[in-house]
Structures are given as C-alpha cells and as structure tokens.
C-alpha cells in the first residue's frame, strides 16, 4: 500500500512554531505542500523560520508576533492569516513555558507564568482561531506533556497546566464536533535536540538515563511529533477527535524512570 501525504492548498497554523518540536511541525507540513504560518514571541525566530518553510516547499509562508498571553495580539496575528490564507484546516498550538522549580521555592508569579503560558495561552490560541476554522473539516492539535497525567517534582505548574490543556482538549471536542471540527492532544515524549529536553536533562548523564528509561530504548525525534501531527492533520483521522494521544515510546507507561527524582534533585541544589 502506498500512501500519499498531499497538504497542497490547506491553511496550517503553528502558534509557538519558530523552534525545536513545533518548528520540525510546520517544516513537515511546508515539505508537504501547505500553505503555513508559524507565530512566536520573537520577529528574529519568526523571519528565520518562514525562511526555512520556504526553502522546505511551502506554498505559502508567513509569521507574526504575539505573545499567547495577550490574547489580543493573538487575534490581531490570526485575523493576518486567514486574510492571506482563508479558512484554516489545521491549527497546532504548541507555545509553552517550563523551568525546573519546587513548589514550596516558586513565586506565586512563576507558577502563574507557565499557567498563563501553557493554559491560558491555549484557551487564547482556541478562542480567537474559533471564527476562522474550515467547517466542516479544521483539525485542531494541541501540543501537551507528560506531566499532564503523570506527576513530577518541580514542575507543580507544569502539571498543572498541561492537565488543563488535555481537558480544553476534550471539552472543545464535544463543543465543536457538530461543526466538523476535530481537536486533539498530542504527547510528546523526550524530544531529542530540544529545549524542553535541554532544562529537563540538561546533561549527558541525564540524556542517557532518559533514553535508558524510553522502552524502545531511544529519545523521540521531532519527525516523531511531526508524523502524527500529519496523520491528525488529514482525512486519515476523520473520526480521531477528543483524544490524548502519546508519542512517547511508551516512556509513561514506565513512569519516566528516574526524572522526577532527579528533577527534585536539581531544583534543591539550586536553593
Ligand atoms: C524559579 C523562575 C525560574 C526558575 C523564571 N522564574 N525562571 N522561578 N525558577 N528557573 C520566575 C521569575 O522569577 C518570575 O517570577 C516568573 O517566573 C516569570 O519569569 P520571567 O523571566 O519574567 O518570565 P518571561 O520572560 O515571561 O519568561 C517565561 C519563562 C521562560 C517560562 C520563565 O523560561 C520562557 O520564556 N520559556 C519559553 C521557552 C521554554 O520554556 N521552552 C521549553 C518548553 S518544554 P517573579 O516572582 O520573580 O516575578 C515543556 C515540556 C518539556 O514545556 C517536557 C520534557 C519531557
Ligand atoms: P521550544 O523550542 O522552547 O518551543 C516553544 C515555542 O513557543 C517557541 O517557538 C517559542 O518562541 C514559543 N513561545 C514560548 N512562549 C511563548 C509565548 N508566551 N507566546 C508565544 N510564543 C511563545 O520548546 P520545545 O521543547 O520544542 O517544546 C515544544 C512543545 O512541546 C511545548 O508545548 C512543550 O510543552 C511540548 N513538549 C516538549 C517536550 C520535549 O521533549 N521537548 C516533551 C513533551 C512536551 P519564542 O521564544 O520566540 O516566543
């Protein structure tokens, strides 16, 4: 059997994807045709990025500044690109925030940082994209983490927000199904080369110990996240929606190995 991946003439819409796993995203879906925007904090990460979507095969490409925080400047980017681009089939919202930190050490302000981020960031992406989806038919992705279900030492508000992602997830899945509108959690396990992997197992001895505790035995690639992002993405997964769905190698059935353990670790030796 062969199978054709053929984005050509679709809308994507990567928010947070001007770098490591979001990027590998919009990179894949460029290389396969789509019309795709990328947005982020920073003009220098949004330029450098619509020039590698071109260079990837992009039929179109652009970007635009926000902060997921201010939902406003959300909108205003969004409302850029369903002028340029019409409705959208695709929207992956992936912008996130962590840093290891023990709840007893956090300010009230660094734990709201990532709910406001991760959480209220979502929510934000949600409700401002909700007029300009493709009906029937827009695939929504948010990007989650393991911490959603799975608790973890210094990272209260990484938990936290990510367990509220996952549930905006299958709540707007019942809201929105009857208009055609599919939305799905994907969940990444250690990404390789990334900056999620770089605060978490920042080190050789972490990154091996990670890997170690993957039971397929190696760290994930963005292709990884990428792929089934592609699969969410396109009439593959008509009747996929509401789900959670975990890239991980099986790394949360095995309970992270030894990470939470040595996250607690690295957070007290900063006190
Ligand atoms: C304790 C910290 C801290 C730390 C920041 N804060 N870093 N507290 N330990 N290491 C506190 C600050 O003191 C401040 O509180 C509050 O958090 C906000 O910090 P700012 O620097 O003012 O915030 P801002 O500039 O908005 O930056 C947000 C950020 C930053 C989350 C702190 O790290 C960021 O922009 N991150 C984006 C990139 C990122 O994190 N990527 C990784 C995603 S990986 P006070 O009280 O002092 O005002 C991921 C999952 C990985 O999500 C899973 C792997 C398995
Ligand atoms: P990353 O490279 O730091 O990507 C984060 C992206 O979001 C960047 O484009 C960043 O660009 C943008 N961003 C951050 N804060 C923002 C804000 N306030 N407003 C708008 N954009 C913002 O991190 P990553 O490690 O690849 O992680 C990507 C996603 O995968 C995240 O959702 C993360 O939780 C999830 N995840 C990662 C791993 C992993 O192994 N890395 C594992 C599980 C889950 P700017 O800095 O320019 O804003």
């Known amino acids: 059997m062969s199978l054709v991946m053929d984005f050509a003439g679709k809308a994507v819409v990567v928010v947070g994807g001007t770098s490591g796993i979001n990027r590998g995203v919009a990179e894949q879906f460029a290389a396969h045709g789509a019309k795709v925007a990328v947005a982020s904090r920073r003009q220098d990460k ?26 406003d400047s959300v909108r205003a980017g969004l409302e850029q690109v369903h002028q340029a681009f019409g409705d959208f089939d695709v929207l992956v919202s992936g912008a996130a925030g962590n ?19 991760d959480l209220m960031g979502t929510f934000h992406v949600m409700n401002a994209a909700y007029p300009l989806l493709k009906r029937p038919g827009a695939s929504i992705i948010n990007i ?29 899945s019942m809201e929105w199904g009857e208009e055609g509108v599919r939305i799905n959690s994907v969940v990444p396990g250690p990404i390789d080369g990334t900056e999620g992997m770089e605060r978490l197992a920042g080190t050789e001895e972490l ?9 397929l035995q190696r760290l994930g690639q963005k292709s990884d996240i990428a792929n089934i992002c592609m699969f969410l993405g396109s009439d593959l997964a008509s009747y ?18 030894g990470i939470s353990d040595s996250l607690a670790k690295f957070a007290r030796a900063q006190k």
């Open 46 to 71: 949004v330029d450098d990025t619509v020039a590698a979507l071109k260079a990837a095969g992009a039929a179109e490409a652009m970007g635009f500044t926000c902060d997921v925080r201010d939902i």
């Open 99 to 117: 840093f290891p930190a023990l709840a007893a050490d956090m300010s009230a302000n660094a734990f709201k940082s990532v709910i406001d981020i």
């Open 144 to 172: 989650s983490a393991p911490q959603a279900w799975i608790p973890m030492q210094a990272q209260s508000h990484v938990c936290a927000a990510k367990a509220g992602v996952d549930m905006i997830t299958r709540t707007l």
């Open 207 to 215: 990154r091996e110990m990670t890997r170690k505790s993957v039971p």
């Open 240 to 257: 996929v929606s509401g789900t959670v769905i975990p890239v991980d190698g099986a790394w949360s059935h095995a309970g992270l190995g």
